[in-house]
């Protein structure tokens, strides 16, 4: 291509050309005149230019918009509530048009977008709702023109809010609303219309209509005198619209109803005193005023006389003898009321008279919670004061009692009356004339007060017997009858157990034994059910208790297999027979009872347990049940192991008796129960009824005891009990049967053996023993001497005495022992004595004088001694003479039976020194 100013040839495609037959020619400027010619390419090169006749102006076409709507955009769109709305529309046009979107209705929302291309346009408005229905507007404008569309929207929603809300009309206790449907209906008729009003001092709407088929409605029992606030919800199928409320609360009320009984309370030579009642309405608005007209009996007009907000009035400035009417109106905030006109006319001037009381009837009763009225007409001139008491206080007005008087009639009226209005009331008439009393009774009929106090008169296992006192006030007639109730008081639920109930007691049946119950009263009369009283908590159980635990339980016998468990009654049976016992058992190392009896009842206060482990260590617990149930458990026994028992000491003896203490004797046990016996128990108790008492609180391990410290002229029962190293203990002993503490004087007796009355020898390094049987009572004082000196123990010697014998035993005797022993016995009768000689052979001792050696020669010598000073306590029989070289050290008999004291000893060596020696024998 070229611009036809220029020379030179462009070429427009890319080097190797382009193989479709047709090209866009682009970056021309606007409004230039270009040329163009097209070649062919082969392989061989580039043919020759094909010219395109004429120039090429290149200049912007002109094409008006259009618009392609679719067939469904050409009908109504519609779209549910919440979904996405989306209008796509496609046009063409050139050059590139603006477009604008609207709506007919008003703006588009703020949550539309919309999107623009060179081919089309799309509206997109997410979570639609009512007021996006409506008509949608499409322009596309261009230089070649301008062109629209409009698309019909229907979000189907519930309806929009109805409109211009109107109160057509307002009485004492209803309004008359109207209104109009609403602008939208969301394409959906409007089915029918919800109507709700709310008090002007709440927040909550409460329906008044659900199902309101007109644009109208009269909403009636409203409270006179409120402030209410209305408003109209327009339903169609596809839900409940936007409300439409009154923009201002709404008071209920309406113009009064005439004022009540009028008439004259006083007349003068010139003024007339009028009072009047409340107009039974005050169309629920407050009363602002009453006006007061009058008319002369000459005119027909009637002239305003005052404006006075309360109920009397007295107009002045009249003239004597002249006949007056009176009217009065009463006027609240909606308006004036009808007038209420005077029966009679007035004639004005002065008269007198003492107060009468015209009072058809002097006692009065009304309903609890209704009003109470008493009229009371009098007669009186000048005007009577008047005055009420009750029960001789003096009754003031307030917002309970009131009080309207006029010149011929006093009312009082009591508000919702209670119980305590009941009484005596008295109206008292005062003029200048005179004084005028009269007592009106009024009872006041309610339901009665509650009744007195719940006692419970009887308490067995299903049945409770209950009394109480009727009610101080009755309410005016008599009690037809009295409601109960009882409830568990586990629950908050209380059941009749009569509502028929005549009389002031009940016997309450069919309970629940060992629940507890409480029972609430209340009376009835024609007018009501009184305030319930309520009893006290009381279980349902027998008049007597669960036993108490039983008592002294023990084991009595315990085996390798099965143990023996008794026990005593408890102390306290609850006041009914036990009928049996529970006792559990449990290992000592575990914490588990259990039942030894399974489910069936001990009759008697012992039971034995079979099936125990041999070695194992087991407690027991027992508890007794009577007929109101199981009593607690007693205390546990100690644990003692599933062993045989030790065999009972036998031959139990009493050895001796004082006036404070007895002594003991018993064997040792043949059969053990397997482990060694440890010691001994000694039990006493005084006889007729004493308990058994322990007489040693350290185990003994001898069979013989002395238990000191008894009562004298007391009679004692004696026993002993064996244990063993497995902690069992055996059954008691057979007792020593009734044995009284007193001194029995018998002279003391030393028997010795015949033995013992000769002398008594003992060789050195033996022992020494003298036996004595012994005898005397009191038990005596027992004692050895030796040659007149008392024998003190020491690490050789040992005395034992028991109460028949006493042994002196002196081990390793040695010559010195040699001597007189002597035994005394002594009590306070007198004192025996024997004595034993005993003698100790010993081996004599060494000679008294120097051994002397005489005639020493060269093989020779004499030797000479003299007899031991201690021959051992026998003769000496010979001598034994030895000698020995100084050279060695073993010593060589040289006589081994020299009788007399001297010797003469040869065959010795010459040269040799040599030691003698000389030893006595017997």
């Known amino acids: 291509m070229k611009d036809v100013t220029e020379e030179e040839w462009t070429t427009c495609t890319p080097?190797?050309?382009?193989?479709?037959?047709?090209f866009t020619v682009k970056t021309l400027k606007e409004n230039r005149e270009y040329n163009f010619h097209i070649c062919a390419i082969n392989t061989e090169g580039v043919g020759e230019p094909a010219d395109v006749p004429g120039t090429v102006v290149t200049s912007e076409r002109l094409e008006a918009p259009e618009i392609e709507l679719d067939s469904d955009l050409r009908k109504m769109v519609s779209v549910?509530?919440?979904?996405?709305?989306?209008?796509?529309?496609?046009?063409?046009?050139?050059?590139e048009p603006v477009v604008k979107w609207s709506k007919m209705e008003g703006p588009l929302t703020e949550h539309a977008h919309i999107e623009v291309t060179s081919t089309y346009t799309v509206l997109v408005i997410h979570t639609v709702n009512r007021l996006d229905t409506g008509k949608y507007a499409l322009t596309l404008e261009n230089a070649g023109g301008m062109k629209s569309a409009f698309i019909n929207v229907t979000v189907l929603d519930s309806p929009s809010a109805p409109e211009h809300v109107e109160v057509k009309d307002i009485t004492r206790d209803s309004v008359s609303l109207s209104w109009e449907p609403p602008m939208i209906d969301s394409g959906a008729k409007i089915t029918h219309y919800i109507v709700e009003k709310r008090e002007a001092q709440r927040r909550a709407f409460t329906s008044v209509s659900d199902n309101c088929g007109r644009n109208r409605m009269k909403i009636d029992n409203l409270i006179e005198g409120g402030l209410y606030y209305f408003r109209v919800l327009a339903v169609n199928e596809l839900g409940v619209g936007l409300p439409a409320e009154t923009p201002e609360p709404i008071k209920v009320s309406q113009a009064p109803l005439p004022p009540g009984k009028v008439t004259v309370v006083d007349v003068t030579h010139d003024s007339v005193s009028l009072s009047w009642e409340k107009p039974d309405d005050n169309g629920g608005s407050r009363i602002k005023c009453y006006v007061v007209e009058m008319q002369t009996k000459s005119d027909d007009k009637w002239t305003v006389c005052s404006e006075i907000r309360g109920l009397r009035s007295t107009i002045d400035g009249l003239l004597t003898g002249e006949e007056y009417s009176f009217r009065i109106s009463a006027v609240n905030e909606t308006g004036k009321s009808e007038p209420k006109l005077?029966?009679?006319?007035?004639?004005?001037?002065?008269?007198?008279?003492?107060?009468?009381?015209?009072?058809?009837?002097?006692?009065f009763s009304v309903k609890a919670g209704d009003d109470l009225k008493i009229d009371v007409p009098f007669r009186g001139r000048p005007e009577p004061e008047v005055s009420w008491n009750k029960d001789g206080v003096e009754l003031k007005e307030t917002t309970k009692v009131s009080f309207l008087t006029s010149n011929n009639s006093s009312k009082i009226t009591i508000r919702n009356t209670t119980r305590e209005e009941s009484g005596n009331y008295e109206i008292t008439l005062t003029n200048t004339v005179g004084r005028k009393s009269a007592i009106i009774a009024v009872t006041i009929l309610d339901k009665p007060g509650p009744p007195g106090a719940i006692k419970v008169d009887e308490v067995n296992a299903d049945y409770i017997s209950l009394s109480w006192d009727p009610p101080l006030y009755d309410g005016g007639c008599p009690i037809s009858n009295y409601v109960v109730d009882k409830r568990d008081t586990t629950t908050t639920t209380w059941k009749t157990v009569s509502a028929t109930v005549a009389r002031t007691s009940i016997k309450v049946p069919r309970l629940t034994q060992g629940t507890e119950y409480q029972f609430r009263i209340a009376a009835e009369n024609r007018y009501g059910v009184s305030r319930a009283v309520e009893s006290a908590s009381v279980v349902a159980q027998y008049p007597f208790e669960t036993p108490g635990p039983p008592t002294t339980l023990h084991v009595a016998q315990a085996t390798k297999s099965f143990m023996l468990v008794t026990w005593n009654e408890p102390a306290n049976d609850g006041g009914s027979p036990i009928i049996g016992y529970h006792?559990?058992?449990?290992?000592?190392?575990?914490?588990?009872?259990?039942?030894?009896?399974?489910?069936?009842?001990?009759?008697?206060?012992?039971?034995?347990?079979?099936?125990?482990?041999?070695?194992?260590?087991?407690?027991?617990?027992?508890?007794?049940?009577?007929?109101?149930?199981?009593?607690?458990?007693?205390?546990?026994?100690?644990?003692?192991?599933?062993?045989d028992p030790c065999d009972p000491p036998a031959n139990l003896t009493v050895t001796d008796i004082t006036r404070t203490s007895i002594s003991l004797?018993?064997?040792?046990?043949?059969?053990?129960g397997g482990a060694k016996v440890t010691g001994y128990i000694v039990e006493r108790r005084e006889l007729p009824d004493g308990c058994w008492l322990k007489c040693n609180f350290t185990t003994l391990q001898e069979t013989c005891y002395d238990i000191e410290g008894l009562t004298e002229d007391i009679q004692y029962d004696f026993r002993v009990i064996a244990k063993n190293s497995a902690g069992v203990l055996s059954e008691p002993s057979q007792c020593t049967g009734g044995i009284t503490v007193k001194d029995n004087v018998v002279l003391p007796r030393i028997v010795l053996d015949n033995k013992y009355k000769k002398l008594v020898i003992a060789k050195a390094g033996d022992a020494l023993r003298i036996d004595a049987d012994i005898s005397g009572c009191p038990r005596p004082v027992i004692s050895w001497s030796k040659d007149g000196e008392r024998i003190e123990v020491k690490a050789r010697i040992e005395i034992t005495s028991t109460h028949t014998t006493t042994t002196l035993l002196v081990r390793d005797s040695i010559r010195r022992d040699s001597g007189q022993y002597t035994v005394t016995v002594q009590i306070i009768a007198g004192t025996r004595s024997l004595s034993v000689n005993c003698k100790v052979l010993d081996r004599p001792g060494p000679s008294t004088e120097p051994l002397d050696v005489t005639g020493l020669?060269?093989?020779?010598?004499?030797?000479?001694?003299?007899?031991?000073?201690?021959?051992?306590?026998a003769e000496i029989l010979h001598y034994i003479v030895e000698k020995c070289e100084t050279s060695r050290v073993t010593w060589t008999s040289i006589y081994e039976d020299v009788k007399a004291t001297t010797c003469k000893v040869t065959s010795l060596r010459t040269g040799n020194e040599y030691i003698f020696r000389v030893k006595a024998v017997n």
Not at 353 to 363: K, Q, T, V, Y
């Open 857 to 873: 020669t060269a093989e020779k010598c004499t030797l000479t001694w003299g007899p031991p000073q201690e021959n051992g306590g």
């Open 15 to 22: 080097p190797t050309g382009v193989e479709e037959t047709h």
């Open 583 to 643: 006792l559990e058992m449990k290992d000592y190392s575990s914490i588990r009872w259990t039942k030894t009896n399974r489910g069936r009842l001990i009759a008697e206060t012992e039971f034995k347990v079979n099936g125990v482990e041999e070695s194992l260590q087991y407690e027991f617990r027992v508890s007794a049940e009577n007929i109101a149930g199981v009593g607690p458990y007693s205390k546990a026994t100690e644990p003692i192991a599933a062993r």
């Open 342 to 363: 005077l029966a009679e006319a007035v004639v004005v001037n002065d008269d007198t008279m003492e107060p009468i009381i015209d009072l058809m009837c002097n006692s």
């Open 665 to 672: 004797t018993w064997s040792k046990l043949e059969n053990d």
């Open 80 to 95: 549910r509530a919440c979904a996405t709305l989306r209008l796509f529309v496609p046009f063409r046009d050139r050059p």
